[in-house]
Each structure stands twice: as structure tokens, then as C-alpha cells.
């Protein structure tokens, strides 16, 4: 609990401080080690915990490369005041697996893992085929949570679906409830590097991933929190993924901001497998107009042929 | 009726009281306990090394463990069927059947408990269940409903058997001496006094009634676990019914065959009669078509429709890699046996047995025909996975903890059979009076 504690605090103050120089905070900021450091003279104004507004010299300032883990009650309820979204358009959509690589890479999955999968599809004979990545649809009816008999994986009230891997029994029941397929089992000790694999588990981060556990697609909420895009955005080259927050009602890949009530509703956005029920959080535009031809990503198909 | 002497209640209890193990019981009983061991040993690696010991993967991720289950609690329904329904009934002539029955019951219902936990990825997070259930998921209503059964279960093999306790406890020539402390510890309370005769029959009553629920509960929760997701071939309101007659159907073969064995082995022609395979011959017969009737309505209407989601999944059961299989389950677990037990030659002894044999394994087949398939076929195509992830074939780790498996089920049928009177002996001695009287 007093882990808990220290780390909640941290959070609190770092959050007032806005990510930026949280040893500032208390009545002695500066740590004896901190002497050999010379002023610059250039004064930042930062709010303390209290609420004052204080003066810091700039040289004293000290970066913090990650924010602090949350509570796992917080993990489990959201960020509040958001509604997370995700739209792809699948007439950017080429195949070229970058989304899958970063997230991949992000996230340290093994070989074999993926939490995105990019599917060639083709609906009928005489149709169209297209390139159309999945992630977890983080459905607002979700088959399951519905399922999962610890609660370990759960909704919260962003929207975002998380698995806590330190409750997971492996069951499986989630894998089989799932329609879209997108979750991934742990069947083997996940191999990873000790520094990763030492932390301990955070349903944000989805991190470290735990032998006989279920993951998947988690829409990067530690990213959210951070305030950045989750990784299959950013890294997307063609600006295939917007992500963003319905209550603001606009989404972005990055480069391009949407309103994402226009967006949807000028490029015909749907959802899949809508007649189950499911009510995903992921829109897709439909594949017209397109950007590159098909066959332009055949290349790197792994798609299984009926 | 052949010319032989009349049984006394003597000679009933020297017939009926439990057996050392001869020959051949030991090298059975050897055979089992090997095949137990060895199932334990592929059970330490998969504890040591995870879940991927096994073929199952991300789009097959449940297996024959699953399947296995799935048989277990199936076959465990009979114990509902034979004590109960037919007690109820106030059928006479199952009376020797019923201890079979029930043992065969409470040792597949354990092994299914067992066998479920075999199949999680985290065994030593088992107490979640207690600590964080969600009681929306059917996960937690099948433990709920399985222990329900296996408490029921072994309450109605305990009570009828106070009686022969009170038998053995009083023939202590019979048994070596740990065995008497045994049955003194389990029985000594009873003196079969008229009072406690009629608790015990107002308690066997209650017992019946309640048993039948429960056991309809075990089977249709444990089709809910398919049933409630959305997969082709498991997205289906038949499924409940389909699953209750298909586990009468293997536990009245498993009563057969197991009626087979021990008339041989412990010579009970007297007990377990001719007239017994042809009644149980034509109940599997009815309950054989009643689940071929469930299988019509299972495969066949859907096949009618042909959805896109569903014909992949019926086009390899009925033509594709797994017709082989099915057409051999859907043969030798309902078609054979029905052609084989409608004949009245057919339901002698021999050909109720391999009859029965069929019916058991045509319905192991079955249930895994159940389980995979379906996962085989999702919604969207197997997309970014290894090539290994797209079939399925268990590994010898998982044959063996399978087999072990169903090894230790009958392990505990062979030992409590050498513990304790398979055919109950006072209730044998009560009717054989009530026969003399009339």
C-alpha cells in the first residue's frame, strides 16, 4: 500500500506541475546534489502543490522520462472525461505493417503477436478487395467482459476495454467470446528484456506481458495520458489511424485534425459486424477514392486463403 | 429361468461383497496407474513450461482439454439418470445399476474439475474465482453448478450404501483390517434402525428430486459456454437440449459397458441379467435418436440456410478435413449402435457391449467436434499469425493428460468397486424378499 501511496502522490504532483519538474514541488526543492548545477539566471514560473506560484530557475529543471504508473482502481476507471475513439480509413490503407510494427515494438510482443492485424479482404466475388487493418474494437457492449469470469478484463468509462494480467486466470472464455479475433494469449514465458520484464504490470501499459495471460490492443492509454497519439497513429505513414475523444467530438492521425461527427458522416463511417450487437469504438471509411491500388500491398500478405 | 438354488440373503452377500483384485484386476489397475503417471509428468511440463506445450494457439484456443471436459460432464449425467429418474419412477429392475451409475457420475465429474483446471493458463490463480467472481459469467455458473452436482452426487452414492456398510462392517473376515476401520469410520453411526431407515429413504427422495435440476444445470451451463458467444456452429438456441441428450446418450453407453465388465470380472450373471442389456439396450436405442434428432435440427437447418459465416464451418465438417471424423462420430456414436440394439439378438450381452463401446467413443469424438471446428472458422480470416496457428493437432502432452485423465476416472471406479459392493446389497436382499413373498 505504501508503494501506492508514494506513487499516487508523485502522480498528483506531477500532473499539477504539468509533466515538467515535479522535485520543484516541496519546501526544500533542491537535492544536495543538485549544488553542482549552475544557475542560468533564466527564471520558469511553475504552481506548486499549494497552489502558490513559485520561480525556479530554469537550469534546475529536470526532465522526467515517463509518468508515473497509476493505482490500478484508477487504471481500471479511465481518464476521466473522456470518450476514446478510433476511425480508419481504409482508402489510405497500402499494407505497409508500420502501425503493427510499432505497436509491436512498443509494446515488446513476441514473435508470433499481434495485437494489430491488417486483413485482406474481399467481401463477394466481383467486389472490390482492400486492406483493412483491425485493433481492438474496445465495443461499448463487450462480448468479453461480458464473459470474463474475475473481472480481469474490463470497460471503463473512456471506453477503453483493459485486461489485468495480474487477475487473468487464462481461461480463454475472452478469446472465444471475441468475434473480431484480435486477442493474444501468453502461451509461452513471454521473452523480454530484464529491464521490461522487472517493472511491475500496468493494464495502461499493458506491460510486462505474463505467461498464461490473454492481451490485446489496448488503445495506448498511457500515451493518452502523456497527451500523444497511441503508437499505430503516429507511426502510420499514409495517416490511415485517427485517433481522438467523442466528447470534444474530433479525431487525428497527426497531421490532419477531423471533427469526427463530419468525418464520419461525410465518408460513410461504419463499424463491423454492427449486427452483433457489439457497438465498437472503432469507425471505419470505406474504401473509395483510393490512394494506392490494391495490389500495392500484396506483397507483405498473410492473410489465410479460403 | 435356469434351475439354481434360490438366493438367501447369505448368498447374496457372498456374491456381492467387494473382491481382491485378481490377475487381471492388477494388471489393469497397473495399466491405469501408468497411464495416470504419465499424464501427470506431461501435466509438470505443461506447469513448468505453460500453456505452450500444447498445439492450442490464438485461433484454436481451446482443445482437446476442453472437449475432454465437455465428455466428462456428460457422462456424469447418468448418475441423474439411472438413480434418479428411474427411483422416481419406482423402475425395479435398475436397482444394480444404480451404484454404477453414481460412481460413474461422481469420478467423471471430478475429473472434469480437474481436467478444467488443466486447462487454464494461470492453475495457481484458481482462488480468483472466490475472490473476484463475476456471477454474469458462465464460467461462474458452471463451477456453481458443478460443485452443486458433485456434493448431490456423492451424498446419493453415500446413503444407499450405509446399509452395506453396517454388511461389511459386520463381515470382518472379508476385509483386511485398514478396510474395517475405513467402513467403521464412513458407517459405524448406522444401525439401520426404523427411524433411521426413513431418513435415510425421506433424504435418497429429496436427494432424486433435486439431482435433476442440478444435473440438467450442469449439462446446459457447460453448452453455454458455447452457446453464448457468437461463433458459427456454437451461436445456437438448439444447444442446451442438444448437449442433455447427447449426455444421456454416452452415460447410458458407459452404464452398458461398464455393467459388461464387472459381470465378468466379479461373475454377477445372477445380478446384472440379460434382462438388464435388453432394457438398457433400448433405452440407448431412444436416447440415440433422440440425439440424432438434435443433430438433424444442429446441422441440418443451418445447412438449409447456408450463411456465409456458417458454411465454411458445416462445408469441412460435412466435406472438408474434418468430415472423416464426423461422419465416423455421427456412426459409431448414434447410427451403429441403433442398428445394432434395435434387434433383440443385439441386445445380448456381447453386442449391448460393443454397442456401448461405440456409443462412448463416437461421443469423445464428438464433443471435440464440438470444440475446434468452430474455432478453425472466425469471423474475420486468420490474418498475421504463425503458420502453425491455422491448424490444429494436440501434442503428446496433451494425449497424455487426456488419457490420464480419463485413466484416473476409471481408476476410481476400480477402486472404489474393490472398496465397496458395486451392486447394493441390502437393497438386493430387501427386493429378492419381496420377490419370495409375491
Known sequence: MKNNDTSRRDFLAAALLAGVAAGCSSNNPFAPGDNAIKASGEMVKLLSVDGEVIEVDKAFLKPIPDMPTVTNSEERIGIAGKKFVMVIDLARCKNVGACKAACNHAHHLNPGQNWIKIHAMEEAEHTAPYWEPTTCMHCDEPPCVKVCPVDATFKREDGIVLIDSNRCIGCRFCMAACPYSTRVFNWNEPVLEKEIAEKPYSCETSMPQKIGTVSKCDFCPDMARKGELPHCVSACPNGVFFFGDMNEDSVTNGAETFRFSELVKDKAGYRLMEDLGTKPRVYYLPPVNRNFPFESGLEKDTTEKK | ?438
Not at chain 2, 13 to 21: C, E, G, S
Not at chain 2, 58 to 69: A, P, Q
Not at chain 2, 130 to 145: E, K
Not at chain 2, 313 to 337: C, E, N, R, Y
Open chain 2, 1 to 438: 429361468m435356469k434351475n439354481l438354488t434360490p438366493l438367501t440373503a447369505d448368498i447374496i452377500t457372498n456374491n456381492l461383497v467387494p473382491q481382491r483384485f485378481g490377475k487381471r484386476g492388477m494388471i489393469w489397475t497397473g495399466v491405469l496407474v501408468a497411464f495416470c503417471v504419465v499424464g501427470a509428468y506431461a501435466y509438470f511440463l505443461q506447469l513448468k513450461n505453460g500453456l505452450g506445450v500444447t498445439a492450442m494457439r490464438d485461433y484454436v484456443s481451446w482443445g482437446i482439454y476442453i472437449s475432454n471436459f465437455v465428455f466428462f460432464v456428460a457422462i456424469s449425467l447418468v448418475g441423474s439418470l439411472i438413480t434418479a429418474v428411474f427411483r422416481l419412477a419406482n423402475v425395479k429392475w435398475s436397482t444394480p445399476l444404480t451404484r454404477i451409475a453414481e460412481i460413474i457420475a461422481v469420478s467423471a465429474i471430478v475429473f472434469a474439475s480437474l481436467i478444467i483446471v488443466v486447462d487454464m493458463g494461470r492453475p495457481e490463480r484458481l482462488f480468483n474465482l472466490f475472490i473476484y467472481g463475476r456471477l454474469q459469467s458462465p464460467i461462474m455458473w458452471d463451477v456453481i453448478v458443478i460443485t452443486t452436482y458433485l456434493f448431490i452426487s456423492l451424498l446419493l452414492l453415500f446413503f444407499p450404501l450405509l446399509p452395506d456398510l453396517k454388511i461389511l462392517i459386520k463381515r470382518k473376515e472379508l476385509s483386511v483390517k485398514s478396510l474395517g476401520k475405513f467402513y467403521s469410520f464412513l458407517g459405524s453411526f448406522w444401525k439401520g434402525t426404523r427411524l433411521q431407515e426413513k431418513l435415510n429413504k425421506r433424504a435418497v427422495n429429496i436427494l432424486c428430486v433435486t439431482i435433476i435440476p442440478v444435473a440438467f444445470c450442469i449439462h446446459t451451463v457447460t453448452s453455454w459456454l458455447f452457446a453464448t458467444t457468437y461463433r458459427p456452429g456454437w451461436d445456437s438456441t438448439n444447444f442446451g437440449a442438444y448437449f442433455i441428450s447427447g449426455a444421456f446418450l454416452v452415460g447410458a453407453g458407459a452404464v452398458v459397458v461398464a455393467m459388461y465388465i464387472f459381470r465378468k470380472a466379479y461373475t454377477l450373471e445372477r445380478y446384472i441379467t440379460e434382462l438388464h442389456f435388453d432394457k438398457m439396450g433400448r433405452i440407448v436405442v431412444l436416447l440415440a435418436l433422440l440425439y440424432l434428432y438434435f443433430n438433424v435440427n444442429e446441422y441440418l437447418i443451418p445447412a438449409f440456410k447456408m450463411k456465409n459465416s456458417e458454411e465454411a464451418h458445416l462445408t469441412d465438417l460435412f466435406a472438408g478435413t474434418f468430415a472423416p471424423l464426423f461422419w465416423f462420430a455421427i456412426f459409431t456414436g448414434m447410427l451403429v449402435p441403433i442398428f445394432i440394439l434395435l434387434f433383440k439378438r443385439g441386445r445380448r450381452p456381447l453386442p449391448a457391449f460393443i454397442a456401448g463401446i461405440l456409443v462412448v467413443v463416437g461421443a469423445w469424438f464428438k464433443r471435440y467436434l464440438i470444440v475446434t471446428p468452430t474455432l478453425l472458422h472466425p469471423f474475420l480470416p486468420m490474418t498475421d499469425v504463425p503458420e502453425n496457428f491455422k491448424h490444429y493437432f494436440p501434442t503428446w502432452q496433451e494425449w497424455a493428460i487426456a488419457l490420464g485423465s480419463l485413466a484416473g476416472a476409471l481408476l476410481i471406479i476400480t477402486f472404489f468397486a474393490r472398496i465397496f459392493p458395486i451392486i447394493p446389497i441390502q437393497e438386493t436382499i430387501n427386493e429378492q424378499h419381496e420377490t419370495v413373498a409375491k
